[in-house]
């Protein structure tokens, strides 16, 4: 069964700190994202990752950046954390033949 | 880019009764239409899923229709029973597994 781990279920961080949300999966996927979801608004795509060290940017990019050292590993950074960024935290992937699997969710808190 | 409209955004049924649940899209390269369920606290998971080269697939109390030409596609629930209750997203995309653009989502509740 395929793993999506995110390392934090919530996260208290004050406006200004630099944030990093972790991501694992364990199934070789090549292909991992990272949604944000709002009530209202649903699931928006920040940015994706076909391969190691590639980067695309999502629907909503602005304020965030990712990295992907390892197959495995897909790292959102919030390079200097606001209000308006506390939100629910999607971590995702897929590859082969399987269809997308969620992580847990990472609820982040700006105070 | 692809955009998905959903709706309604709230429903609310009795218990027994059918769940229509309906999304249009806007992109005609999109083939690939996955319905995913989150229930309270928990993550978003797959419940089923259609290609646009078939029109309705169905499997136990859920079933999924499409209509190509006009870009919509629905999902069906009969017989609801109380753990149906949760969020329900559509999506699209092109080219199968790919980049997943997902509706706002219906939140389903199912009254005993």
């Known amino acids: 069964d395929v793993k999506v781990t995110q390392s934090s279920r919530y996260l208290v961080k004050r406006t200004g700190e630099k944030v990093f949300l972790e991501c694992v999966q364990d199934m070789d996927h090549e292909n991992m994202f990272w949604y944000r979801q709002d009530p209202g608004l649903g699931l928006r795509l920040i940015y994706f990752?076909?391969?190691?060290?590639?980067?695309e940017k999502g629907d909503i990019p602005e304020g965030y950046s990712v990295s992907r050292e390892k197959k495995e590993r897909f790292s959102l950074i919030l390079e200097s954390a606001s209000t308006n960024q506390t939100s629910m935290y999607l971590c995702?992937?897929?590859?082969?033949?399987?269809?997308?699997?969620f992580g847990n969710g990472t609820r982040l808190t700006v105070t | 880019g692809e955009n998905v409209e959903q709706h309604p955004s709230t429903l609310s049924v009795q218990e027994g009764d059918s769940a229509v649940i309906k999304c249009t899209y806007s992109?005609?390269?999109?083939?690939?239409f996955p319905w995913y369920k989150q229930e309270l606290g928990k993550r978003p998971q797959l419940i089923i899923d259609i290609r646009s080269n078939v029109g309705e697939k169905k499997d136990q109390r859920i079933a999924v229709t499409l209509n190509k030409t006009a870009k919509h596609f629905s999902l069906h629930i009969t017989e609801t029973q109380p753990e149906d209750s949760a969020v329900y997203f559509c999506?699209?995309?092109?080219?199968?597994?790919?980049?997943?653009?997902f509706g706002k989502g219906t939140m389903l509740l199912v009254s005993p």
């Open positions: 999506a699209a995309s092109i080219g199968g597994y790919s980049t997943l653009t």
């Open positions: 990752s076909y391969d190691v060290k590639m980067k």
């Open positions: 995702a992937s897929v590859g082969g033949n399987s269809p997308l699997h």
């Open positions: 992109d005609s390269a999109s083939n690939y």
